[in-house]
């Protein structure tokens, strides 16, 4: 059975930061792709960053690159997003997601987890 439990979330202000964690289990986690999904109340749901043991890449979209860092640890089975210079346009539930399939990992995910909030404001 596939889980996915985020942690770290949490009330910060502008310009800080938060490292938030997503803990695996029920998966070969190193075949899988993973990635950090966010949605924010009234916006569609946006992918933030993707990783891919396979090849060793890991994409961000343009809103989050350079501030956010995307990381595995695939024997812990644990991954991470770093997140600096937030602003309070970041302000979302942000999700894990997890997928074996190359034409689905980044865009439409199987596995999700229950999601963590973050809300940056001063």
């Known amino acids: 059975q596939v889980q996915l439990v985020e942690s770290g979330g949490g009330l910060v202000q502008p310009g800080g930061s938060l490292r938030l964690s997503c803990a695996a289990s029920?998966?070969?986690?190193?075949?899988?792709?993973i990635a950090w999904f966010r949605q924010a109340p009234g916006k569609e749901r946006e992918r933030v960053s993707c990783?891919?043991?396979?090849?060793?890449?890991?994409s961000y979209a343009d809103s989050v690159k350079g501030r956010f860092t995307m990381s595995r640890d695939d024997a812990k089975k644990t991954v991470y997003l770093e997140m600096d210079s937030l602003k309070p346009e970041d302000t979302a539930v942000y999700y894990c997601?997890?997928?074996?399939?190359?034409?689905?990992?980044?865009?439409?995910?199987?596995?999700w987890g229950q999601g963590t909030q973050v809300t940056v404001s001063s």
């Open positions: 997601t997890a997928d074996w399939r190359l034409g689905y990992g980044c865009t439409r995910p199987e596995y």
């Open positions: 029920g998966f070969t986690f190193h075949n899988y792709i």
């Open positions: 990783s891919r043991s396979s090849d060793g890449t890991t």
